[in-house]
């Protein structure tokens, strides 16, 4: 008899799964086993749900949502405001650029509109996605459509709006590379200028899309402690350990065992270190349940298979399941 991981980690954080509209029926089994919750691999997000200025279309979203409630699973809301996967009719008007008052109102009827339906059901949402630039010399904020059309103060007009959308959800701001140095750095001084101008953030998402060579545990733990000194509560969002390098070229048909092993040794020092900031952590979210379908076996090299989660292809545990879960 295999442990259950929702079992194993009910008293530290609760686990979550990315699913989508197809793995909440070919993975149900696993999902309904393993996790106490999950998020939307796309589903909420602005493309889906708001594909034009008169249109939302909520169906795949539901079907999500109510998967959620029949299996008794938390479901965190993802994502509302996003330079990705954002239909270009937001930042226009006309033949022309949107003026920033257009914009901020489309922001808040957004906002309003898709926390609004999802309210009791969603207990977190991802406000603000990925807002952060990578590199050193870049200013905090990238460039991004919404910075444009509104200007810096749109991170703080999304979550003032989310609040008032559904003030029982906890609020975060998530975003990946979030290890690395610079960038964290960076998280940190948006999130603690947010908190300082009194803007309700309620916590800092760590997407997690890290890889069997890094981030090493201890840059892991910098950010963690990082963060956690700005008093919010921390999730890791979208959690997959890749076999590669970000863009390696290498490719192999059948994952090679050791790499498999090595998988295996980072899924458990990682998930030893957050059991550590248990204290810390309102959630550990999978992006995925099995390597069958991981967004990975396509970015970034098209083409490369990519074996990142903790169910194999056949939806059997992986050696990464068996060092994690305590039986
Ligand atoms: C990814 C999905 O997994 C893919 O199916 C989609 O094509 C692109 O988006 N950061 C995020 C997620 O916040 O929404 C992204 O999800 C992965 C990176």
Same mark, same amino acid.
């Given at each position: 008899? +295999?442990?259950?991981?929702?079992?194993?980690y009910?008293?530290?954080f609760?686990?979550?799964?990315?699913v989508?509209?197809f793995?909440?029926?070919?993975?149900k $089994?696993?999902?309904v086993n393993?996790?106490s919750?999950?998020t @939307?691999?796309?589903q909420?997000?602005?493309?889906?749900?708001?594909?034009?200025?008169h249109l939302?279309?909520f169906?795949q979203?539901?079907?999500?949502?109510?998967?959620?409630?029949?299996?008794?699973?938390?479901?965190r809301?993802?994502?509302?405001i996003?330079?990705?996967?954002?239909p270009?009719w937001?930042?226009?008007d006309?033949?022309?650029?949107?003026?920033?008052?257009?914009?901020l109102?489309?922001?808040k009827?957004?906002?309003?509109?898709?926390?609004?339906?999802?309210?009791?059901r969603t207990?977190?949402?991802d406000?603000?996605n990925?807002?952060?630039?990578?590199?050193?010399?870049?200013p +905090?904020?990238?460039?991004? @459509?919404?910075?444009?059309?509104i200007?810096e103060?749109?991170? $703080?007009?999304?979550?003032?709006?989310?609040? $008032?959308a559904?003030?029982?959800?906890?609020?975060?701001?998530?975003?990946?590379?979030?290890?690395? @140095?610079?960038?964290s750095?960076?998280?940190?001084?948006?999130?603690?200028?947010?908190i300082?101008?009194? =803007?309700?953030?309620d916590?800092?998402?760590?997407?997690?899309?890290?890889n =069997?060579y890094?981030?090493?545990?201890?840059?892991?733990?910098?950010?963690?402690?990082?963060?956690?000194?700005?008093? +919010?509560s921390?999730?890791?969002?979208e959690?997959d =350990?890749?076999?590669?390098?970000?863009?390696?070229?290498?490719?192999?048909?059948? +994952?090679?065992?050791k790499?498999?092993e090595?998988?295996?040794?980072?899924?458990?020092? =990682?998930?030893?270190?957050?059991?550590?900031?248990?204290?810390?952590?309102?959630?550990?979210?999978?992006?995925?349940i099995a390597?069958?379908?991981?967004?990975?076996s396509?970015?970034?090299v098209?083409?490369?298979?990519?074996w990142?989660?903790?169910f194999d292809? $056949?939806?059997k545990?992986?050696?990464?399941?068996?060092?994690?879960?305590?039986?």
């Open positions: 008899m +295999v442990g259950s991981l929702c079992k194993t009910k008293e530290y609760p686990i979550g799964a990315a989508n509209s793995s909440i029926n070919t993975h $089994e696993l999902i393993h996790f919750g999950i @939307p691999e796309n909420m997000k602005p493309q889906f749900v708001h594909p034009a200025e939302y279309d169906e979203g539901d079907i999500i949502a109510d998967f959620a409630e029949e299996n008794n699973l938390l479901l809301g993802h994502t509302l996003w330079h990705n996967q954002t270009d937001f930042f226009k006309g033949g022309g650029p949107v003026s920033r008052s257009l914009a109102k489309r922001m009827e957004h906002i309003y509109t898709v926390m609004g339906h999802y309210r009791g207990y977190a949402w406000v603000v990925e807002a952060v630039a990578d590199n050193a010399e870049a +905090v904020l990238r460039q991004a @459509p919404w910075l444009a059309a200007g103060d749109y991170v $703080e007009y999304a979550f003032r709006y989310a609040r $008032e559904d003030p029982a959800a906890k609020l975060y701001y998530n975003d990946y590379n979030e290890c690395d @140095p610079v960038k750095r960076k998280i940190y001084d948006l999130v603690k200028s947010l300082d101008h009194g =803007i309700p953030v916590g800092i998402g760590m997407q997690g899309h890290w =069997i890094a981030p090493e545990p201890d840059k892991i733990r910098r950010a963690v402690e990082l963060y956690a000194s700005l008093g +919010v921390l999730q890791i969002t959690l =350990i890749s076999m590669f390098r970000f863009d390696d070229r290498t490719a192999y048909e059948k +994952v090679p065992d790499l498999l090595l998988q295996a040794e980072r899924y458990e020092e =990682i998930f030893k270190l957050l059991r550590e900031y248990r204290d810390l952590f309102a959630g550990v979210t999978l992006w995925g390597d069958d379908d991981t967004w990975l396509d970015f970034p098209k083409g490369r298979r990519n990142p989660l903790l292809d $056949e939806h545990p992986k050696k990464a399941f068996d060092s994690i879960v305590v039986f």
